[in-house]
């Protein structure tokens, strides 16, 4: 089992900056790679970026490159999602995700433990 606990979410205006960080727990050494996903209310899950298991891959979805990183720190056990000139589209609940398997690191089917979610709003 692998439990994740998201924090670091929350208001911010426009044009902000918020850092998300995921503090994961239990069997870390079995799992294939984490990755943060997002979702709004009636919406799918959908895939935000992921970092391979030896931190030396990253995969962004279209709309956030070049804006959000993907980044860990193995000493805290700890993943981060540091995001950059935010707007009002990214507001969603964020999900922090343990890859279980070698399937496409988009697909949220890849991804077997999943955190409670923190809300982070843009606002206008």
């Known amino acids: 089992q692998v439990q994740l606990v998201e924090s670091g979410g929350g208001l911010v205006q426009a044009g902000g900056s918020l850092r998300l960080s995921c503090a994961a727990s239990?069997?870390?050494?079995?799992?294939?790679?984490w990755a943060w996903f997002r979702q709004v209310a009636g919406k799918e899950r959908d895939f935000v970026a992921a970092l391979s298991w030896t931190g030396s891959s990253t995969y962004y979805a279209t709309s956030v490159k070049g804006r959000f990183t993907i980044s860990r720190d193995n000493t805290k056990n700890t993943v981060y999602l540091q995001m950059k000139s935010l707007t009002p589209e990214d507001t969603a609940v964020y999900y922090c995700a343990a890859r279980l398997n070698s399937g496409s690191y988009y697909a949220r089917a890849s991804y077997g433990y999943w955190g409670q979610g923190t809300q982070v709003t843009v606002s206008s």
């Open positions: 239990g069997r870390t050494s079995n799992t294939y790679g």
